[in-house]
């Protein structure tokens, strides 16, 4: 059992940055395949970005190079980096953790990104 908690969202202008954070408790979170995911009001729950234990990481098209996915596993925590943010982005962001058939989500983080 793994639980999730997010934290580090918030109101930020267009063009800002801002870190989410979400730290997992239980074992073996060096196992899981770590996610973050968003959901806007009214529409579908898309991938943002997930990374492998031993690192690799996969972006969706929409923020590469503006989003930066990192995992602390001595610490149990995955961190995003978002820059160059825009309004688009704003969502409730989701942590999530996958080992094979298995799924954990976080309660979400809201971000909000306007002027």
């Known amino acids: 059992q793994v639980q999730l908690v997010e934290s580090g969202g918030g109101l930020v202008q267009p063009g800002g940055s801002l870190r989410l954070s979400c730290a997992a408790s239980?074992?073996?979170?060096?196992?899981?395949?770590m996610g973050w995911y968003r959901q806007a009001p009214g529409k579908q729950r898309d991938l943002v970005a997930y990374i492998f234990n031993s690192g690799p990481t996969n972006y969706a098209d929409f923020v590469k190079g503006r989003f930066t996915i990192s995992r602390d596993n001595a610490l149990n925590t995955v961190y995003l980096q978002m820059n160059s943010l825009k309004p688009e982005d704003t969502a409730i962001y989701y942590c999530n953790a996958k080992m094979g058939p298995v799924d954990y989500w976080g309660q979400g983080t809201q971000v909000t990104v306007s002027s």
């Open positions: 239980g074992s073996n979170f060096g196992r899981y395949v």
